[in-house]
């Protein structure tokens, strides 16, 4: 072949940097036009409704509960400020973290213990986590709403044992039950993803080098399963923040989270704005909590 | 999936104490959901007291017009929502897993997205713009607007899950078809979709149950008397509780037990690994 | 040891028919962005020969295997397969079948229907294609296993579905991408000698990329030696081993000892030292160059005991180390600027050298072999 040919165009069947490069776009553009319809369909029905409650967030309620949207200003943001609001999201953030804290500390023996067992076990028990993920969540809710009752069989325990009559329904602590319960196997299986990964002949090490089972624990195991920690952390504050469902059923009128409060400006205070920038702020926190986690280089979602 | 030694079993006390823990989870899981179902046999008007075993709350269901209407509109969410999203999110896995393309990085962020945004926030974002819309377009919610925004966060679930498979299958699965003279369409009919049926297949069934699930977005975007069931217990139980509840409640908890069953099964029989 | 004298440095490849060309590569580059994969190659490889690619990781064997299948396009150049331009083609419409690393078998498929599959691709119906499935699978010896799913056998039985897989289609090139890399030691060599007889067989072209020089030097006809990019060397093995055209080849191939030199005329080199030594060569004057000497090739002696005829090839040393391997005996030897590794045939234990000895080394002056240094 001479130099003359090796230029001839791919109507020869001759490659070219020319055919190549079209080649190269087809490619691309068969990938994009794959994506299209998912990324179009994100775009319309999640982009801009994003958007929108931003743009909802710098508006101003009419004294007849409809939004006038023009005149952008920062008042449902300053309403944040008020005492009942911050009353709120301080409970709110306080429940989510005790929720949070109560999850990893029931979660992160178990998951360890579930990583110690033969492979077998271990896929059988992971199942058994996973039932309850997929059940229906309102229904879990629900269940907790008919045990811990006036009359129901929790009320009948507490009394049998000689606590008199107990009614745990319309508390915090009903709502924070309800949330471990709900949000529980949102921690398990981050950390049993990070758990299972970790080479157990490190811990022997550490104790060969005299370690004892806590410093092992502490200096070893916690700090390698620290992704997996962090992910579930995320995983169930962030849902707790924003629960309406659980609070809803299991804590009354009287424990108000977060997520309730924006459902209630929205059905019945009819203060979109305000509750636009009750949802953004939600939003915002979320964010930074993914943020973190990307951070501090986890991967276990 | 990973090769490194396992952790091997503690011993003496400390082993009871997990052991001990993991059971009290196990208990802590399954308890609530043993009792309502035993719950929902009692002759009782009181929801949480036994009162003798009786079928009449089944049957009640069986009569109750609202409940098998809202029934048929979940069913019927569900599956027009379940069908787009896992066609869409199929797409969607596919095209960034195998290719790359302008706009991929910010694809894959926005995809993530309705993940991890709270459910309230999503049902504030589906109200807020359906109010819009409607100034526009001047249509009417029900179940047009809650299968839109049910296939909007279930998209994102179901491209993850297949996203899982398909990086889990080998690349070169696709060449050598290709090499053994498949189209490019053969190629993705005869393998790619084959191998990845297991994912496609736990995500649609994912999809499914979000959808049956769901009771904030729902309750947000519905409109002219749409009910779908879980909006429709929702409102039973705020309005106050009856032992039909326990009945609707441990069906709808059959129905979620039975699809688990169904995924789980389905990988089993693919030799795929639970998603 | 004893070579002939080497007078033709440049046609080592020899020459082929035209008529006879199975694949012919000319002017072949690849790019990814920056980075150039294959650079400018010209290779034709004829039909029915065992031609291997040989080179370490990222030498662009791979990918200039890929081309041939048409699963990559090259940025330019003539790619022909029996004379038909196919460089654009994609890989389905290209009559080569590929043996994948790893095999790449459909895990969904049973071994009849993975066999099958190209031809069903093809149109074949559903019967004739199993039964020539059969045949096939017959051929690799693994009748009874037709439905089974790949998971269920074993590496070397996968191997063999891979093979029967690509050769149902009849192809005019049979490519196989380092077929051998995942089996042990002992299937290998036995998959080795198959392959070997299945090609001589069939008398089809096989173009097999390895990075295994062992596997390269016992299997092919002939063996193309790739690095970082570019075509080196295309030659038979003796070729490569006796004769390798630089500094690299002799290096790749076989253990040798590489002595930096310059070229004093055609009949002298000068070694670093000002040691003049006779070596043959054809580089101009001053070119520096390094001369290779296989270990094999060398003698070792006492001081004082180099025969005359050898006076002109040979340095003085002392011995460094001494391994022993039974068979053989390995020496290392400090010469001045540089050690040398020296192999001998066993001796018995009161005539072999311990370190420490002052010893001579010698060689046959046709033994050594001149490349340029790049």
């Known amino acids: 072949m001479t130099a003359l040919s090796r230029r001839a165009p791919a109507e020869d069947g001759i490659a070219t940097p020319?055919?190549?490069?079209?080649h190269e776009r087809q490619k691309r553009w068969r990938g994009f036009l794959m994506a299209l319809p998912a990324y179009a369909y994100l775009l319309l029905f999640f982009a801009v409704p994003l958007g929108i409650v931003v743009v909802y967030s710098f508006g101003?309620?009419?004294?007849?509960?409809?939004?006038?949207?023009?005149?952008?200003n920062l008042e449902s943001y300053e309403k944040l400020g008020r005492d009942l609001v911050q009353q709120v999201l301080f409970r709110s953030i306080w429940l989510a973290l005790l929720t949070t804290v109560i999850c990893l500390v029931i979660a992160y023996p178990f998951a360890y213990y579930m990583a110690t067992r033969s492979a077998r076990v271990r896929n059988l028990m992971l199942v058994f986590v996973m039932i309850p993920f997929w059940t229906n969540f309102l229904v879990r809710n629900y269940a907790w709403y008919v045990i811990l009752g006036t009359d129901g069989p929790f009320s009948r325990v507490a009394e049998?044992?000689?606590?008199?009559?107990?009614r745990l329904l319309f508390t915090q602590s009903a709502v924070v039950m309800g949330l471990v319960y709900g949000f529980l196997p949102f921690m398990i299986l981050p950390l049993y993803a990070a758990i299972e990964r970790i080479d157990g002949r490190l811990l022997e090490a550490s104790r060969d080098l005299g370690a004892t089972g806590y410093q092992s624990f502490r200096r070893?195991?916690?700090?390698?399963?620290?992704?997996?920690?962090?992910?579930?952390?995320?995983?169930?504050?962030?849902?707790?923040?924003?629960?309406?469902?659980t609070p809803d059923i299991l804590g009354g009128a009287k424990t108000t989270l977060l997520g309730s409060y924006i459902v209630t400006q929205f059905l019945s205070a009819r203060d979109f704005p305000f509750g636009a920038a009750l949802s953004t702020v939600l939003m915002a926190l979320m964010l930074a909590a993914t943020i973190v986690y990307f951070r501090r280089g986890g991967r276990t979602l | 999936m990973s090769t490194s030694a396992g952790i091997t079993e503690p011993r003496g006390w400390f082993r009871r104490v997990l052991q001990a823990n993991a059971w009290l989870v196990y208990a802590f899981f399954y308890l609530p959901i043993v009792l309502l179902v035993i719950y929902?046999?009692?002759?009782?008007?009181?929801?949480g007291v036994w009162g003798g075993a009786t079928l009449d709350w089944y049957r009640e269901f069986a009569n109750d017009e609202p409940i098998k209407t809202a029934l048929g509109n979940s069913l019927k969410i569900a599956a027009a929502s379940t069908t787009v999203s896992v066609v869409l999110g199929t797409m969607a896995a596919l095209a960034l897993e195998r290719y790359k393309f302008r706009g991929r990085g910010f694809f894959d962020a926005l995809l993530y997205l309705p993940v991890i945004i709270p459910d309230v926030t999503?049902?504030?974002?589906?109200?807020?713009?359906?109010?819009?819309?409607?100034?526009?377009?001047g249509f009417s919610r029900g179940f047009s607007t809650i299968t839109l925004s049910h296939i909007a966060f279930s998209i994102s679930f179901v491209s993850i899950v297949v996203r899982a498979r398909l990086a889990g299958t080998d690349e070169k699965l696709e060449e050598a078809a290709m090499d053994l003279y498949a189209s490019r369409w053969q190629a993705f009919r005869y393998v790619t979709l084959p191998t990845i049926m297991p994912g496609v297949l736990g995500g649609g069934l994912l999809a499914l149950t979000l959808s049956l699930d769901d009771v904030v977005i729902t309750q947000f975007v519905t409109g002219g008397g749409w009910n779908t069931l879980p909006v429709y217990v929702f409102g039973l139980i705020r309005k106050g509780v009856t032992p039909l509840i326990n009945a609707v409640s441990v069906v709808m908890l059959v129905a979620s037990t039975v699809l688990v069953g169904l995924s789980l099964l389905a990988q089993r029989i693919r030799g795929g690994e639970p998603v | 040891m004893t070579n002939p004298p080497p007078t033709d440095w440049t046609a080592t490849s020899p020459p082929v028919d035209d008529a006879a060309i199975a694949v012919n590569l000319t002017g072949i580059t690849k790019r990814f962005g920056d980075v150039t994969a294959v650079n400018d190659i010209d290779l034709q490889i004829a039909d029915g020969e065992f031609f291997a690619m040989l080179g370490p990781s990222g030498c662009g064997k791979t990918t200039t295997l890929r081309m041939i299948a048409g699963l990559e396009f090259p940025t330019e150049g003539s790619l022909q397969i029996f004379g038909v331009e196919v460089g654009t083609q994609p890989p389905n419409k290209r009559p080569v079948n590929t043996v994948f690393q790893n095999y790449a078998l459909f895990p969904h498929l049973t071994v009849r229907d993975n066999v099958s599959f190209g031809l069903r691709m093809q149109g074949t119906n559903k019967r004739e294609a199993a039964r020539r499935a059969d045949e096939l699978i017959e051929l690799v010896q693994l009748s009874g296993m037709e439905k089974r799913k790949p998971a269920q056998l074993s590496g070397g039985q996968q191997q063999r579905v891979a093979l029967a897989r690509a050769l149902v289609n009849e192809p005019q090139v049979l490519l196989l991408d380092e077929p051998l890399g995942a089996l042990d030691l002992k299937l290998r060599q036995e998959m080795q000698t198959e392959l070997k007889s299945l090609q001589r067989d069939l008398g089809v072209s096989f173009v097999f990329v390895t990075h295994d020089q062992e596997e390269a030097l016992t299997m092919s006809d002939r063996i193309a030696v790739m690095h970082e990019g570019n075509l080196l060397q295309v030659g038979r093995a003796e070729d490569l081993y006796e004769r390798p055209e630089s500094r690299f080849v002799a290096d790749f191939i076989g253990q040798t000892n590489l002595i930096d030199a310059t070229v004093a005329d055609a009949d002298m080199i000068v070694l670093t030292n000002g040691t003049k030594v006779k070596a043959p060569n054809p580089h101009p004057a001053g070119t520096s160059v390094a001369m290779s000497l296989r270990p094999e090739s060398i003698e070792i002696g006492r001081p004082g005991t180099v025969p005359t005829e050898y006076e002109p090839t040979s340095l003085p040393g002392v011995v460094k180390s001494v391994t022993y391997l039974g068979h053989a005996l390995v020496y290392d030897v400090g010469v001045d600027w540089i050690d040398l590794e020296v192999r001998t045939e066993n001796v018995p234990a009161e005539q072999r050298f311990t370190v420490g000895d002052d010893v001579a080394i010698w060689w046959d002056r046709h033994a050594d072999w001149v490349v340029p240094n790049e």
């Open chain 2, 40 to 47: 929902s046999f009692s002759d009782n008007r009181n929801v």
């Open chain 1, 18 to 22: 020319e055919f190549e490069a079209a």
């Open chain 2, 122 to 137: 999503m049902a504030v974002m589906m109200l807020l713009f359906f109010a819009e819309a409607a100034k526009i377009l």
């Open chain 1, 220 to 245: 070893v195991l916690l700090p390698l399963s620290m992704p997996g920690v962090i992910a579930g952390s995320i995983l169930v504050f962030i849902p707790s923040l924003g629960a309406y469902v």
């Open chain 1, 160 to 166: 049998f044992l000689g606590f008199g009559p107990t």
């Open chain 1, 60 to 72: 101003t309620r009419t004294r007849f509960g409809t939004t006038e949207l023009s005149g952008w």
